[in-house]
């Protein structure tokens, strides 16, 4: 068997078993492409695990619904998920930001997320308990395009209220597309 080792190069061998029940088994020498196409093709038919988003939206619309139902549940933690993870971020975003040579990811995550939960809480003090209706959503730095994702800079809802007074409210800051699903980069709104 060694000798057929060294005449296959770099195949690769697979125990396989016999008949169920059966104790006899047999190798099958396969070639590195044929070993690929056995391992990695069922793992990415699988589902296995991907750089995706959770908690993503069709349209940035049904995102900004969600928001307001956030807040009008007073729902800090809901809302709060409904943002990028500390995983999606590094893993996702990350890589294709243009300043990630400038600054140690582990900053850069510490600070949006410190600034985007207090973007939030504000939110809450201010609009927390009241309900309203989205009519439209507008974003006001424009989209901004990377390799794999874009981004929707500041988004300001235009909504009406429980009385019919009709205004803009900016509780959400960007939003950032992936394979056409929608999730919420921040809170951080700038003013």
């Not at 005449?7 to 492409?33: I, N, Q, R, Y």
């Not at 995706?52 to 009008?72: C, H, I, M, N």
């Not at 943002?83 to 999606?88: N, P, T």
């Not at 800051?173 to 699903?181: A, H």
């Amino acid at each position: 068997m060694d000798d057929e080792r060294a005449e296959l190069g770099g195949a690769a061998a697979v125990d396989t078993l016999g008949k169920a029940g059966s104790s006899a088994s047999s190798w099958v020498w396969l070639s590195a492409p044929a070993v690929a196409l056995v391992v990695v093709v069922p793992l990415l038919l699988s589902g296995a695990p991907t750089a995706q988003f959770e908690r993503t939206y069709d349209s940035p619309k049904a995102l900004a619904k969600e928001v307001l139902e956030g807040l009008a549940a007073n729902d800090f933690e809901g809302l709060r998920a409904l943002a990028l993870s500390e995983a999606e971020f590094k893993d996702t975003i990350w890589p294709d930001m243009p300043v990630r040579g400038n600054f140690p990811v582990d900053y850069v995550w510490s600070d949006l997320r410190s600034k985007s939960t207090r973007a939030l809480l504000r939110s809450l003090a201010r609009h927390g308990g009241r309900r309203f209706e989205l009519l439209d959503l507008r974003f006001k730095e424009g989209v901004t395009a990377y390799d794999t994702f874009v981004v929707y800079r500041q988004a300001q809802l235009l909504v009406r209220d429980e009385q019919g007074r009709e205004g803009a409210l900016d509780v959400m800051g960007s939003v950032v597309e992936k394979g056409g699903r929608y999730k919420l980069f921040s809170y951080v709104v700038d003013r």
